[in-house]
Each structure stands twice: as C-alpha cells, then as structure tokens.
C-alpha cells in the first residue's frame, strides 16, 4: 500500500528533467481492467468515509428556449456512450479492487422534475439541489455520473448533472460541455453523430501508467518525494478559531478580481526576472503565507492537469494531480531571489 500511496503522489512526474513517455495502446477488455493510481486514491477514500458526498463535481446548466427533450437525452447517452471513464464501476474481490466497464446502451440516468404549477417552486427547486448533492454513488454498482432535468418554466430548464470525481476532472469539465453541445446542435437538426472516434480510453491509460510507473522507477520517485518533502511542518496560520479535530470539507470561496493594469505589470515583472505568470503568483502568494505565518519553509499544493499525451487530451477521466511544491522563503530574499527560487522549483516539474 506504501509504494501505491507514493504512486499516487507521484503519478507522471519525473525528477529527472523532461523525458520522451511512451505511446499508450488499448489493452483487451477481456482482461481485468486496473485503476489508475489517482482512481485507486480515491476508491480507498471512499472505503474509510462510506457514503461520503466530498468527491462530487456538480454542475447547473441554465436552459433557455424550446428543449428538444429527445435531442437532449439521446445527446446524454451519447456522451455516456462514447467515454468508458463514464460507464467504469469499482467491484472489489478480497479487498482489492478492479474496473468493470458498463455497456455502452445503457443510458444515462436523468430524474425529471416539472416544478411549473408549484407555488412553492422557488423552495422546491432549492430542495432539489441539496438532494442531488447530498446523494451519495454506490461506486460498484454505478453509474458514476447522474443527471436531473428541472422545468421551471416553458422554456426554461435547469439541468444538474453531478459525477463522482473517480471518473472525472476539471479538464473532463470542458470536454463534456464542448462534446454536449456538438451533439445536441447534430441531434437537434436531424443529424448523425459529429464526434470523431477516440483511439484510447481511460482503461487504456490506467494500465499504461501502472506498466510504466512501476518497479525501479517507482521506487526512484517515490525516494525522491520522501527526501523532498521530508522535514515538513503544518502551516500555522492566525485564524480566528482552532482548527478542527475531524476534518469536515466545510469550506467556502472568496473571488479575488486581479485588474488589467496589475496583470500588465505582473507580466512584465515576470518577463523582466524569466518567470512565467504562474511562477510570480506563486512567489507573491508564498509571499503572503510565510507573512501572515512567520514560517519560512512552505509546501504549496498546485493542481496539474497531467495530460502529457495528446490521445488523452480529449478523455473523459481523472487525470489531475497536485504537485506539493516546497518553497524556501528563508534569509529575507529579495523580489528577484524569491523569483529566481521559485522559478527552479517550478522548473524541476516543469521539464524547463
């Protein structure tokens, strides 16, 4: 399990500087199907906290106009259809946990909801919503992604589709909603399916990564990552209460507007010192944690799309990983110093 959790961390990172990965092939589906080692995170999870909603990714679309309902479902399953990640359940024999695939007709499950004639509409409608998130998957039994389509009005719906994040991420977010809409504009008109065929599958990558993230290499990245994040300590910050003994997700967003004219001179600070954008929010946000914490020794958790073969650009699935990027704020450095560090740091994972 120890060498399956660094996995997991590690992932597609090398230490090592850029390298040529080798292509990925279909793999038979007559065979056990293997998580990813991210899948595999997350199945473990799930196991300790059963029933959890934490892993959800919901999203609301707002429909306005006439809903060519049939159009809208046949697009749905379509979609379902075309990307395995979507159809893939999580049976575990002795504990240890395999994919099953299922078909392809199956459908994606839509709960229809017609909230037209209720005078108490508006609370129904919130209703709704709570319920759809607070509706945990049975990750054996599946499927995985779900939808409800509210009529509010006569021409105007409101669809909620949530997925659980083992079979989906952010990049998938863009995906989904771009093939969506080519299908519905194709089925709405009478036509055939628009999408081209995709050469691989999720399945696919899972038992790539496992082939090439294994044995000596593993154990390589995984002594890296123990030695580079050894010594670490909990970032303090001075909150207004303690933090909690049980973990809750409780959690809320603050938007932050960065204007025209500080991104125009946030870019040309990061042209002048050879940083890319990123790397001089980074330093600055680094900047502001090691302030209000007094630590100088800081670990950042980065999301990574992990994407690097263009056959999987256009899956369906949970690719993401965080990279903990350890930043060194000690001595008081300079704006170019704290730059210069951060910009080796990013560069390490960076390949540059």
Known sequence: MLSDLAASIVELLSCSGPQEL???????????????????????????NEGSTNYHIPLALRLRGMLDRSAWQRSLNRLFARHEALRSVFVATQG????????????????????????????AFLDLCHEEGRTPFDLARGPLIRGR????????????????????????????????????????????????????????YAAWQRQWLSGERLQQQAQYWRSALAGTARLVLPTDHARPAQQSFAAAAVPITVDADLTRELKRLSLQHGSTL???????????????SGQDDLVIGVPSANRGHREIEELIGFFVNTLALRLDLSGKPRVSELLERTRRTVARFAGS
């Open 278 to 292: 990123f790397m001089t929010v980074l330093a600055a946000w680094a900047a502001v944690l090691s302030r209000l």
């Open 149 to 204: 389509l509210i009529r509010t009005a006569d021409e105007e719906h409101v669809f909620l589709l949530t997925q659980h994040h083992i079979v989906s991420d952010g990049w998938s977010m863009g995906v989904l909603l771009r093939e969506l809409s080519q299908l519905y504009r194709a089925f709405q008109a009478g036509q055939d399916d628009p999408l081209p065929p995709l050469a691989i599958q999720y399945p696919d």
């Open 22 to 48: 080798p292509s990925i092939a279909a793999v038979s589906r007559h065979e056990p199907l293997v998580l990813s080692f991210a899948q595999q995170r997350l199945w473990f999870l799930a196991q300790l």
């Open 96 to 123: 240890k946990p395999r994919v099953e695939v299922l078909p392809p007709d199956a459908g994606l499950p839509i709960v229809e909801h017609d909230l037209r004639e209720r005078s108490d509409a508006e609370a």
